[in-house]
């Protein structure tokens, strides 16, 4: 009797059109819906919850995508928060798009692991595992791991991410064909403004590294250090977000393409055109300066809608 039942519905609507004349990453629109509801019980902190997310992309036909089972086990306190099973990534992890692009949101939206946060008065720290594929004679076996947090003091802050991918083969030997693994980070310092400011945001820096490795093939790891440097500032329903990374290319598999270039600039300017307390919808015209030669530019729309009890 103590049990309370608990649901969540979602509803995301995607637009995204991408205009990439530079052949650095792939041009392409994208839109779609996706709708995804969850169900359980809660008891003394403890959750568990199950349900389905399936995306509707347009154009194609309604089983073109395989509905994603959620299914997964949370306690959490003031202190503590840990999952385990297939949850949502979304509110979960938030890695820079050099690390994790937002596309994940669109194709992958659960993670399939654990994942474990714990917070303090100044800080929080939190880590991951997502097993993306299990290996067959035809599938790699694919896996990936993580780590994220934050220090502060006042508006002034410490942030660090640690990103670790492993892409083995399948079980058939293929020739020519070798394990690869990536590994990253990035640590940033930065300043926020105050609480009661009319303009909310922050400024921060520091460097973006990585290392990649094919396995007889690359004498080692191959290193990269850059440059990594952030501005965002919101005025009620208007924003700005301006990324700089500057020094050499970086491979992460999951990682935003035009982060492999030496120098990659992107400034979004965002409208938040929606924000009830359920319902949050922004656009974002984005501009995307390519080692100092290409422009490329990008329109993306997004209205997320969450209810539940």
Do not use: C
């Not at 306690?75 to 385990?84: G, P, Y």
């Not at 720290?125 to 994220?148: C, H, L, P, Y």
């Not at 080692?291 to 729309?301: E, G, P, T």
């Amino acid at each position: 009797m103590a049990q309370q039942f608990e649901y969540k519905v979602t509803f995301e609507g995607i637009g995204d059109n991408r205009e990439f004349f530079s052949g650095k990453a792939l041009s392409q629109t994208i839109l779609g819906s996706r709708g995804a509801f969850e169900i359980g019980l809660e008891l003394d902190n403890h959750r568990l919850r199950g349900g389905l997310s399936q995306l509707l992309e347009f154009g194609s036909d309604l089983d073109y995508h395989k509905p994603n089972l959620t299914l997964y086990y949370q306690f959490s306190d003031e202190t503590k928060n840990f999952k385990f099973g297939a949850f949502p990534r979304r509110g979960t992890i938030d890695f820079p798009l050099a690390m994790l692009t937002d596309t994940l949101l669109y194709y992958r939206p659960n993670i399939e692991g654990l994942f474990g946060e714990v917070r303090w008065d100044w800080g929080h720290q939190n880590g991951f595992v997502d097993w993306v594929s299990r290996q067959t004679e035809i599938k790699r076996e694919n896996f990936m791991a993580g780590f994220s947090g934050q220090l502060f003091h006042k508006n002034i802050f410490l942030q660090n991410y640690v990103l670790l991918f492993h892409d083995a083969g399948p079980a058939t030997d293929i020739p020519g064909d070798h394990i690869k693994d990536y590994l990253g980070y990035a640590i940033q310092a930065g300043i926020r403004t105050a609480e009661n400011s009319v303009i909310k945001g922050h400024l921060k820096a520091g460097i973006l590294g990585s290392s990649f490795r094919e396995r007889s093939v690359t004498n080692g790891f191959i290193h990269s250090t850059s440059l990594f440097a952030e501005a965002k500032g919101r005025y009620k329903n208007y924003g700005i977000q301006s990324v700089l990374s500057s020094g050499a290319g970086h491979r992460f598999a999951y990682g935003d393409l035009f982060y492999r270039l030496k120098n990659y600039w992107r400034t979004d300017v965002i409208w938040y055109f929606i924000n009830h307390e359920k319902v949050k919808g922004r656009f974002n015209l984005s501009f995307h300066v390519l080692d100092w030669n290409d422009l490329d530019q990008q329109q993306q729309m997004s209205i997320v809608y969450i209810f539940g009890k």
